[in-house]
């Protein structure tokens, strides 16, 4: 896949940027080759700079309260929006009747939709009507694709010598794509050849060149794809690093998606995104996160593969329980411990790296 010209777009996010249900507007507001953030949609965050209100550091990408008013600071700005980004990412990929009416709205102006969402919206009659009468294109990034085209699993990882890092977690919405990404630039502004394996729909809006939506596919070939995405990254672009981005976590009951990766990737090394401050699984109170040792074994004894890293996800901890957390964490399993966000990505590099011989 090949990214053009960024797209002029606003990433709707009502009620819920900065909360895990506005994932897929932080992974925008942080890094997108596909769009050109021209504003990010919500009303709790009104007048706010959206990278401030994530990360305490400003990435002039204004936060407003409507899509009016996200459209006419784009025109302002002499770079008319021509997308509306769903920036949504709820339990289930569910569609609430306040966002639609927004969304509709939104058609009414003239603009495309990306939906990332499972309630697709080029099938719901009302709003593709809409879309006709305003030459509008709804696309839906999670409709699951033909069958006829997908791949079963052949075997054919086993020829990739590329080394294959694995992001996965200890929970859902813990920040893997963020650490994949940051990864991949790293190692980028060194001169490694890198690929990225994107496994869900904020992947692809953020441009990855190769990849799969894991929960829009028949089960059956669930494993397939997986291969076949880095198979096709490996032959046609021989990087010396994959970087496969997780889903889900091994232990998740709603979201158990590091299974396949594990088995389809057979990634050569492993780093664990982890939220210390966590005490339930994300979305599920009473269902308590197994703890972090007993997560790095699962991963051996289902692939035998090495952790070789744990990153932190800081939320709900400051600066100085960070710090304090990845002392902990490095005296508890002996690996090294980070925090990639606020820190950068340099050591995780070369702990990749020292494994890439």
Not at 83 to 97: E, K, M, Q, T
Not at 168 to 197: F, H, Q
Not at 245 to 273: K, T, W
Request: negative net charge; glycine residues 10%; aromatic residues 6%.
């Amino acid at each position: 896949m090949n990214i053009q010209e960024p797209i002029p777009a606003v990433v709707y996010c009502r009620d819920s940027f900065n909360t895990p249900n506005g994932k897929t507007a932080h992974g925008l507001v942080r890094f997108t080759r596909r769009y050109q953030v021209m504003a990010v949609v919500d009303p709790v965050w009104s007048g706010r700079d959206a990278g401030e209100v994530l990360d305490g550091s400003a990435s002039g990408i204004p936060v407003v309260d409507s899509v009016e008013a996200a459209v006419a600071i784009s025109d302002k700005n002499g770079i008319s929006a021509t997308h509306l980004v769903v920036g949504l990412a709820p339990d289930g990929g569910r569609l609430g009747l306040r966002y639609r009416e927004d969304i509709a709205r939104a058609i009414g102006m003239g603009l495309h939709v990306h939906s990332g969402l499972h309630d697709f919206l080029s099938e719901d009659q009302e709003l593709f009507e809409l879309a006709q009468r305003h030459a509008v294109v709804l696309t839906d990034v999670r409709k699951p694709p033909p069958v006829s085209g997908l791949h079963f699993f052949a075997g054919d990882i086993e020829r990739v010598d590329s080394l294959k890092v694995a992001v996965l977690g200890t929970d859902s919405a813990v920040g893997k794509r963020t650490t994949a990404w940051l990864l991949v630039r790293e190692l980028e502004s060194r001169g490694v050849s890198v690929e990225m394996i994107g496994t869900g729909q904020t992947a692809w809006m953020q441009g990855a060149r190769y990849g799969i939506i894991m929960d829009s596919l028949v089960n059956d070939f669930v494993s397939g794809e997986i291969e076949h995405a880095v198979c096709l990254a490996w032959k046609e672009q021989h990087p010396r690093v994959i970087v496969v981005e997780g889903q889900g976590s091994l232990m998740n009951p709603a979201y158990p998606g590091g299974f396949e990766i594990l088995a389809a990737a057979r990634p050569d090394v492993v780093v664990m995104q982890h939220a210390p401050a966590r005490i339930d699984y994300d979305g599920f109170p009473g269902y308590p996160i197994h703890p972090l040792p007993r997560q790095i074994q699962a991963v051996d004894v289902i692939s035998g593969r090495p952790v070789v890293a744990i990153t932190v996800n800081h939320e709900n901890l400051s600066i100085t329980e960070t710090t304090a957390t990845c002392r902990a964490i490095r005296s508890q399993t002996g690996l090294p411990a980070m925090d990639v966000l606020r820190d950068g990505a340099g050591e995780l590099a070369d702990i990749i790296l020292a494994h890439a011989k």
